[in-house]
């Protein structure tokens, strides 16, 4: 019995080459440090990481003002002359613009539209306001590059109507850039006419302002520039007062530059030519005819 008992203690208790476990013994793990077992998960290839960062561009203003308002990618033509703009100034776009439209265009289960200042426009305006719409979408697609769209937002100020004759109205329009580009011109159009028994009072005036999103001043301004203006300095002889210093050429390279981030003739191939570009700046305004 003790040579038995003797023989016994010298076999292995476990047959290394046949493992009585479904698990593998820990002989058969390479020796690593802490590092090297972490989950695949947590460190993904170089490729895994760049698109897991990639991912994460959707979750970005930028993205999000992409997807949400259908902007365009800057042409390659001259989109390295453009800034891609700061994650602030794209959470200001869209905060902005989302309460422009949602004002500016904004129409409740009756149908009834609600003007600039959030209040209900009576039938009247209701079907002045469609129509500048009806109008605006034949010339923009009659002016506008098929590559290209124009993106604006139309509202009312105050209307006073002399019978079914317009006596004062006021146009307030965002034009957005087409492109990721957060930028947008804010229009303004005053025009005021009321006949009297001697006289007539008239006076109309455009004007805009740029809005840079970037930059916070302009973004709260209240300051526009004229565009052109008509007046009658007398209201008796009824002699017009035409002011057009501003509407030039130069004047139209700016906006469009600063709407569409160039003002190239490759520029204009693409988007539209400098006459379509004013007649849809006046055509935003009210100005369609």
Known sequence: QERELEECTQKPLINSSKPTSCHPPATYLPATDASSR????????AEKKRKADDSSETMSWRAK???EFGLQPVPDGW?????????????SYYTYRSRVECRGSEEDDSG????????YID????????????KMAGQIEEYMSNDCQWHWTPGFGHL???????????YYTHVWSPYAIPHAIDLEHRYHCRSRMSSVEFGTIWSYRKVDFEEEVAIDSDEYEELCSNCFKDEEL???V???SHMNKLTCQRLRRFLFGAHSEECRKVTCSDMNFWLLLFGSMGTTD
């Open 112 to 119: 009834d539209e609600i003007d600039s200042d959030g209040d």
């Open 65 to 67: 003002s992409i997807e």
């Open 38 to 45: 972490i989950s695949p998960m947590n460190n993904p290839p």
């Open 160 to 170: 006073v109507w002399d019978d079914d004759q317009l006596r004062s109205a006021e």
């Open 79 to 91: 989109k390295d002359s453009v800034a891609i703009g700061s994650e602030e100034a794209w959470e």
């Open 242 to 244: 035409i002011n057009l």
């Open 238 to 240: 009824r002699a017009d």
């Open 123 to 134: 039938d009247e305006n209701y079907v002045f306001m469609k129509e500048w719409k009806r």
